[in-house]
């Protein structure tokens, strides 16, 4: 658990301060240097996360690998360990021990885990993620649990783009997302209103995503209902003008995977050092699209 700032402390005033925390996704162990490196050169506060999908798909190892290297390389003044997508179903429909993967987490020292109930009915995503709200919260780790879906990392071809925008497939509905928050206590929430995922299976996991599109009208509903930090999900690619449109709209966490990871797979069989400045180059390229540079100066005050 970081020892110099709270998480939760930092994520509120975040919100109240339209302030984005990028989260940055390691998917390979030797990445997580260069993301913190780039953090504390921008004096940026950000998130270093892992996700199961991380450790199952690519060369993250496990959450045990991601704590340590964290803890040897990671300069807490600026950023967080978060454990992110703990599904209770997985992409490819099977169910996970995400007890198991949840504890171990909270035991490691995880400044806040992610319960991915986004594949359940909406009274059990409540019944779960309620569950896992009162165990983290024991423990002074916080929770962010998604509502609705945000598609694309899923086993299986997924509508073209434009259908899923207009007709909304997925999308995070304002009045559920009241009723989640108020019975959940949850302390942040990852909404689908436009993003999606990057693929990480097959040969679409190497291709550049579609630049998505955020909905604004629909987040500032959902927004107006909750009053909790949300989370963009799906962050690699989207229009940067939605991405500031969106902050002032409730988005206070945006999680970046994709773009990073294809960044260092390019030259990782090549050049194991120039793949880390890639990604280092890759994040700083993010903070500097978002203009969150010197964020630190205003969120530790
Ligand atoms: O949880 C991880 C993120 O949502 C990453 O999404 O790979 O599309 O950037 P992305
Ligand atoms: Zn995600």
């Given at each position: 658990?970081?020892?110099?700032?709270?998480?939760?402390?930092?994520?509120?005033?975040?919100?109240?301060?339209?302030?984005?925390?990028?989260?940055?996704?390691?998917?390979?162990?030797?990445?997580?240097?260069?993301?913190?490196?780039?953090?504390?050169?921008?004096?940026?506060?950000?998130?270093?996360?892992?996700?199961?999908?991380?450790?199952?798909?690519?060369?993250?190892?496990?959450?045990?690998?991601?704590?340590?290297?964290?803890?040897?390389?990671?300069?807490?003044?600026?950023?967080?360990?978060?454990?992110?997508?703990?599904?209770?179903?997985?992409?490819?429909?099977?169910?996970?021990?995400?007890?198991?993967?949840?504890?171990?987490?909270?035991?490691?020292?995880?400044?806040?885990?992610?319960?991915?109930?986004?594949?359940?009915?909406?009274?059990?995503?409540?019944?779960?993620?309620?569950?896992?709200?009162?165990?983290?919260?024991?423990?002074?780790?916080?929770?962010?649990?998604?509502?609705?879906?945000?598609?694309?990392?899923?086993?299986?071809?997924?509508?073209?783009?434009?259908?899923?925008?207009?007709?909304?497939?997925?999308?995070?509905?304002?009045?559920?997302?009241?009723?989640?928050?108020?019975?959940?206590?949850?302390?942040?929430?990852?909404?689908?209103?436009?993003?999606?995922?990057?693929?990480?299976?097959?040969?679409?996991?190497?291709?550049?995503?579609?630049?998505?599109?955020i909905?604004?009208?629909?987040l500032?509903?959902?927004?107006?209902?909750?009053?909790?930090?949300?989370?963009?999900?799906?962050?690699?690619?989207?229009?940067?003008?939605c991405i500031?449109e969106a902050i002032?709209n409730?988005i206070?966490?945006?999680?970046?995977?994709?773009?990073?990871?294809?960044?260092?797979?390019?030259?990782?069989?090549?050049?194991?050092?120039?793949?880390?400045?890639?990604?280092?180059?890759?994040?700083?390229?993010?903070?500097?699209?978002?203009?969150?540079?010197?964020?630190?100066?205003?969120?530790?005050?």
């Amino acid at each position: 658990m970081n020892p110099f700032m709270k998480i939760s402390q930092v994520m509120r005033l975040a919100y109240k301060k339209h302030i984005l925390i990028p989260a940055f996704n390691v998917a390979y162990l030797p990445m997580l240097k260069p993301i913190s490196d780039a953090l504390s050169e921008c004096n940026t506060i950000g998130i270093i996360e892992v996700s199961r999908p991380d450790i199952m798909n690519f060369g993250a190892k496990s959450i045990e690998a991601v704590a340590a290297e964290y803890e040897k390389f990671a300069n807490e003044k600026f950023c967080f360990l978060h454990l992110d997508h703990v599904p209770v179903i997985d992409e490819n429909f099977t169910d996970v021990d995400w007890e198991q993967w949840i504890k171990n987490g909270i035991e490691l020292g995880y400044d806040s885990v992610m319960i991915d109930g986004s594949r359940l009915s909406f009274e059990e995503n409540i019944r779960i993620t309620a569950t896992v709200v009162e165990m983290a919260h024991r423990n002074g780790v916080c929770v962010e649990a998604e509502l609705g879906s945000v598609l694309g990392h899923e086993n299986k071809k997924l509508p073209p783009y434009e259908e899923i925008f207009e007709k909304k497939i997925g999308f995070t509905q304002p009045e559920e997302a009241k009723i989640f928050v108020e019975k959940t206590n949850v302390d942040w929430l990852s909404v689908s209103v436009g993003s999606i995922h990057g693929a990480i299976s097959g040969a679409a996991k190497n291709q550049k995503k579609i630049c998505a599109r955020i909905d604004i009208k629909h987040l500032a509903e959902i927004n107006q209902k909750t009053s909790i930090p949300l989370v963009l999900h799906g962050g690699s690619g989207i229009q940067v003008d939605c991405i500031k449109e969106a902050i002032k709209n409730g988005i206070t966490k945006i999680n970046i995977g994709t773009e990073i990871r294809q960044a260092y797979e390019q030259v990782m069989e090549s050049d194991q050092k120039i793949a880390e400045k890639m990604v280092k180059k890759a994040v700083m390229g993010i903070i500097d699209s978002y203009q969150i540079y010197n964020s630190a100066d205003v969120l530790l005050t």
